[in-house]
């Protein structure tokens, strides 16, 4: 059974950083790509970014290009979200998701795209 399970999340004062972490197990395919997603009260679900188990590639929406950077930890099957810069609108629940297949997947931030969801865990950015 998949499961994925999300860390690192508190609160934080603007322009702070926090490190999310998400430890994957229970997959079985040799390819699969995992994305961050978060949701804040009111809002459409938004998928920030992505990595390819195969070579690492990544995949950034605009918002936050440039502020939060996605990697692995490909021994330990753990991805983080490293995220800078953080402002009150980052406020939001962040969830981990993965999608595992038998050839390399697309990487997409389109929250369909995923198979299996972590249960969220809260960052607050506020003053």
């Known amino acids: 059974q998949v499961q994925l399970v999300e860390s690192g999340g508190g609160l934080v004062q603007p322009g702070g950083s926090l490190r999310l972490s998400c430890a994957a197990s229970?997959?079985?395919?040799?390819?699969?790509?995992i994305g961050w997603f978060r949701q804040a009260p009111g809002k459409e679900h938004e998928g920030l970014s992505c990595?390819?188990?195969?070579?690492?590639?990544?995949l950034y929406a605009d918002s936050v290009k440039g502020r939060f950077t996605i990697s692995r930890d490909k021994a330990q099957n753990t991805v983080f979200l490293q995220m800078n810069k953080l402002k009150p609108d980052d406020t939001a629940v962040y969830y981990c998701?993965?999608?595992?297949?038998?050839?390399?997947?697309?990487?997409?931030?389109?929250?369909?795209?995923?198979?299996?969801w972590g249960q969220g865990t809260q960052v607050t950015v506020s003053s």
């Open positions: 229970g997959f079985t395919l040799d390819y699969y790509a």
């Open positions: 998701a993965i999608v595992e297949a038998h050839t390399p997947p697309r990487l997409t931030l389109r929250s369909g795209g995923y198979d299996y």
């Open positions: 990595i390819s188990s195969i070579d690492g590639s990544t």
